[in-house]
């Protein structure tokens, strides 16, 4: 109930459509009944040339002697019955489209128009979760959340706001209209009310439940899908297509069978209405020859009474359908309010300081930290201290899965320290607002994030308004001047998908010039371990070379020449720091990264002799 009223709040900046289509839709509903009760004057005075030319009798109210006739509905010189009826039928049909459609476009107009805000809210809140998050759900999840769910909401309430609307008003004034016409007779149909009632609500909950399964089955399609189109080429390589299809189909067997039963459970209510509808008509069929033959009821009060027991049954059959929709709008609401609601590790604090410029210390004291994983707290850090001063180079080192990484994503609070604290200019990071935060710390990472855009936007990526000159000493800077300006469209060359079209180098050089126009005090650098040709390599060299400088380096390092340029190496062994001091004093020490150097780093020292002279003769006068 709560996540219908919730549903209902984001209707409130639509009121007015939502009231104005409310009231049109009433008077669709008590159009429709008026077209049923003119059924009766149509047998009883239009088609019976011998009566007498009186007034037309719409209908008598039971248990009074008030009698409401058709010529209160029309201008006062109609007299002859075919005119009246004719007139009143003619005009009602027109109000009634009129109506029908304005109330239509209002209705959805509010029902789009919630569906926006709920999809926006859900976008934002998505995005603005922390990295916990989006390691908890997979891609697939999200976007079938993003699109499916809320396409399911928004279904729902379209056909809730426009169709449903018009239906309960045709039933309401209806049901006035079954009263009217067939008196005591109306009362037979009461007795449908409770059997109709208990299998929507039965059958409503079943659909919410194989819905909800069949939403959980597409999210893991979308997931297959989208791990495979990013991931084509790791496929392709390991020609895992078969296995991959294979996949798929299972997956997608199961969201068949889903779907499936889905599908058995909500149709059972339109034959069941049906079945019991032809029950109620026969009944009524009974009731009425006796009443025609011994109770002086007029033929056209029975056939009005019957069609509009007739019209009343088509929104008492929909009633389930309507029911089954709610019930899966709710059904997907649940997971699109799951993702909003969804309490974040990461929180900034109500008076959180707002670090106006890095004056120069980074400091991590005593730093633990363990991932959560099923509601336990695996320590990955066990008392990281290090001090990093302004323009220092740390470059850190050691083992895969020692947690070099993990370290680094601390210090912009992708994660939280679960023990000690990292202070920035003496503030815990925590004090902090996250946005002043995040914007001293540039990163350049393995994994270059590009997106589908131009060369110039992905370089300008948060700031828009850039000027170009920036764009392009930042690009220089980064060594990509050239090559972009050899493509065909230059600075404007969209390129595709996570920069399908550029070469690894050239990503690397883009998403360098991307943290050279940010220009943030902080660098933290993820050095790619793949090793691209030596001339790519010895561009990517030189514009980290670019971008390190005069700034505050914390260097995840895996090639000789940035070791060699840390002013101070960390070694990291199983999350804590075993080693720390220059290149030659920890050769000298004689421990791990001595060990590390010769294995590791040994084999680069062939091309860093090259390296080291091509890096500073290009570094020299391009920043
Ligand atoms: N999101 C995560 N959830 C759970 N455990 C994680 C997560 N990320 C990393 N780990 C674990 O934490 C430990 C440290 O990982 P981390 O990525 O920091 O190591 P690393 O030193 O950067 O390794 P590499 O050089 O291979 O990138 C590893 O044991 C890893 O399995």
Redesign the pocket.
């Known amino acids: 109930m709560r996540r219908i009223w919730r549903l209902l709040r984001y209707l409130q900046k639509y009121a007015l459509y939502s009231v104005t289509s409310v009231l049109l839709m009433a008077v669709v509903g008590a159009l429709a009944a008026f077209r049923i009760l003119l059924i009766k004057p149509i047998f009883d005075n239009v088609l019976r040339p011998d009566a007498p030319p009186a007034l037309v009798l719409l209908f008598h109210i039971p248990h009074t002697s008030i009698t409401v006739n058709l010529q209160h509905f029309v201008p006062s010189h109609f007299r002859n019955a075919w005119t009246v009826v004719a007139v009143a039928l003619v005009g009602s049909a027109i109000i009634k489209s009129i109506c029908d459609y304005l109330g239509t476009v209002l209705a959805n107009k509010a029902g789009f128009g919630m569906i926006t805000d709920i999809r926006n809210d859900l976008y934002d809140s998505v995005l603005r979760r922390s990295?916990?998050f989006f390691?908890r759900h997979s891609t697939g999840a999200l976007i079938s959340t993003l699109i499916s769910d809320v396409e399911r909401v928004q279904a729902a309430m379209a056909t809730v706001m426009s169709d449903f609307l018009q239906q309960i008003f045709t039933l309401v004034f209806m049901i006035g209209a079954v009263i009217l016409t067939g008196g005591r007779m109306a009362w037979v149909l009461l007795l449908f009310v409770p059997v109709i009632v208990s299998s929507a609500r039965r059958i409503g909950r079943s659909v919410r439940k194989t819905t909800r399964r069949g939403q959980d089955k597409l999210a893991e399609i979308q997931n297959i899908v989208h791990e495979t189109i990013t991931g084509n080429g790791i496929v392709k390589a390991f020609g895992m297509e078969l296995w991959e299809m294979n996949r798929f189909r299972k997956a997608a067997d199961r969201l068949l069978t889903a779907n499936m039963r889905s599908v058995a459970i909500q149709s059972i209510s339109s034959p069941l209405m049906d079945a019991l509808g032809a029950v109620a008509i026969a009944l009524l069929l009974l009731f009425g020859r006796d009443r025609i033959m011994h109770h002086g009821m007029s033929a056209g009060s029975f056939v009005a009474f019957l069609i509009a027991t007739f019209t009343l049954y088509d929104p008492v059959r929909k009633m389930p359908v309507y029911y089954n929709n709610f019930q899966q709008a709710v059904g997907a609401s649940q997971e699109i309010f799951k993702f909003i609601d969804e309490q974040d590790e990461v929180l900034e604090r109500k008076k959180a300081i707002t670090l106006k410029s890095f004056g120069g210390l980074i400091e991590f004291r005593d730093v633990r930290f363990g991932?959560?994983?099923a509601g336990v707290a695996?320590e990955?850090?066990h008392g990281i201290s290090l001090t990093v001063r302004r323009g220092e180079v740390v470059a850190?080192v050691?083992?895969?899965?020692?947690?070099?990484?993990?370290?680094v994503?601390l210090l912009p609070r992708f994660f939280d320290v679960t023990g000690g604290t990292i202070l920035l200019d003496e503030h815990d990071v925590r004090d902090l607002t996250i946005a002043s935060l995040r914007a001293q710390i540039g990163k350049v990472t393995?994994e270059t994030v590009l997106f589908n855009d131009t060369v110039r936007n992905n370089i300008a990526y948060g700031r828009p308004d850039v000027s170009m000159e920036k764009i392009e000493a930042a690009a220089k800077a980064a060594l990509a001047h050239d090559f972009i300006l050899r493509m065909s469209d230059g600075y404007d060359t969209m390129i595709g998908e996570r920069g399908a079209r550029l070469s690894g180098g050239e990503r690397q050089r883009i998403a360098i010039a991307r943290a050279i126009l940010k220009d943030a005090p902080i660098l933290i650098l993820?050095e790619a371990?793949s090793a691209l040709d030596t001339e790519s390599e010895v561009a990517v060299q030189a514009a980290l070379a670019n971008l390190m400088q005069g700034r505050t380096v914390l260097v995840?390092a895996h090639r000789l020449s940035t070791v060699r340029r840390a002013d101070r190496i960390a070694v990291?062994e199983r999350?804590s720091v075993t080693e720390l001091g220059s290149h030659d004093e920890l050769v000298e020490l004689g421990g791990m990264y001595s060990r590390l150097y010769k294995l590791q780093f040994g084999q680069d020292d062939l091309l860093e002799a090259d390296l080291g002279e091509v890096v500073a003769a290009e570094g020299e006068g391009v920043v």
């Open positions: 990295t916990a390691q991932y959560e994983r695996k990955v850090l850190l050691g083992p895969s899965g020692a947690g070099k990484s993990t370290l994503n393995q993820d371990t995840i990291i999350g």
